[in-house]
């Protein structure tokens, strides 16, 4: 007879989470205008965690985290295969809001939704204790893995890097800029992340799949 399974209840109820539809957080103008589907990686073994943002739409109609892409962006950043990438046992990926939020006037994706964050992450950290790195990805991860000790823009945060992956309490962290196809004038007006953060993102993630001892 097998034990309780905490990570698969907890999935099990994130997959029913509906707040956002039912008890949006600024009242039933703000109400999520389609049909909530949570999309998260959650997992008892990986000691890797991916902390994004929210799932765009084409990630909404898959199912899949990081399914477009930003997903193949940030899987060349960390040097792994499309198969390592979804092996929940090795990686678990958690964006701070579960579902696609949908799109503002500009046709923007709108910000992680507000409901999501407090009524989970608390509960989701605390579920995977193994975790080692968490990559923090974007302002909205950096505001709530970081706090008050996240800089005044996602730059000067990602730059600064070493103040969070050296010295933590918890988890180790890398902050690191969004993947996506509109920051690609960032990746070339600053070419010190490819210098000097990816190098260290692609041995931080050899050591945790087990390829190599970082050091």
Same mark, same amino acid.
């Given at each position: 007879?097998?034990?309780?399974?905490?990570?698969?209840?907890?999935?099990?109820?994130?997959?029913?989470?509906?707040?956002?539809?039912?008890?949006?957080?600024?009242?039933?103008?703000?109400?999520?205008?389609?049909?909530?589907?949570?999309?998260?990686?959650?997992?008892?073994?990986?000691?890797?965690?991916?902390?994004?943002?929210?799932?765009?739409?084409?990630?909404?109609?898959?199912?899949?985290?990081?399914?477009?892409?930003?997903?193949?962006?940030?899987?060349?950043?960390?040097?792994?295969?499309?198969?390592?990438?979804?092996?929940?046992?090795?990686?678990?990926?958690?964006?701070?809001?579960?579902?696609?939020?949908?799109?503002?006037?500009?046709?923007?994706?709108?910000?992680?939704?507000?409901?999501? @964050?407090? =009524? #989970?992450?608390?509960?989701?950290?605390?579920?995977?204790?193994?975790? $080692? !790195? /968490?990559?923090?990805?974007?302002? %909205? @991860?950096? =505001? #709530?893995?970081?706090?008050?000790?996240?800089?005044?823009?996602?730059? $000067? !945060? /990602?730059?600064?890097?070493?103040? %969070?992956?050296?010295?933590?309490?918890?988890?180790?962290?890398?902050?690191?800029?969004?993947?996506?196809?509109?920051?690609?004038?960032?990746?070339?007006?600053?070419?010190?992340?490819?210098?000097?953060?990816?190098?260290?993102?692609?041995?931080?993630?050899?050591?945790?799949?087990?390829?190599?001892?970082?050091?």
């Amino acid at each position: 007879m097998t034990g309780p399974d905490p990570i698969g209840e907890l999935g099990a109820s994130i997959s029913h989470c509906r707040i956002c539809r039912d008890c949006p957080a600024k009242g039933e103008a703000d109400r999520l205008p389609h049909e909530p589907r949570p999309v998260v990686a959650l997992s008892s073994t990986a000691r890797l965690l991916i902390a994004g943002q929210a799932p765009g739409l084409r990630v909404h109609e898959s199912g899949l985290p990081f399914n477009d892409a930003s997903g193949n962006r940030l899987r060349e950043w960390m040097g792994v295969t499309r198969d390592e990438f979804y092996d929940a046992s090795r990686i678990a990926i958690v964006p701070m809001g579960f579902c696609f939020p949908g799109y503002d006037d500009k046709g923007s994706d709108l910000p992680p939704r507000r409901e999501c @964050a407090p =009524a #989970w992450r608390g509960r989701v950290m605390a579920a995977m204790p193994q975790i $080692d !790195t /968490v990559l923090v990805i974007g302002q %909205y @991860a950096a =505001a #709530w893995h970081l706090g008050p000790r996240r800089k005044g823009s996602v730059t $000067d !945060t /990602v730059k600064n890097w070493r103040e %969070y992956f050296l010295v933590n309490d918890g988890p180790r962290i890398l902050p690191l800029p969004h993947p996506s196809w509109r920051n690609t004038a960032w990746l070339k007006n600053n070419p010190w992340f490819d210098a000097d953060v990816l190098p260290v993102l692609r041995r931080v993630v050899d050591s945790l799949m087990g390829r190599t001892n970082f050091g």
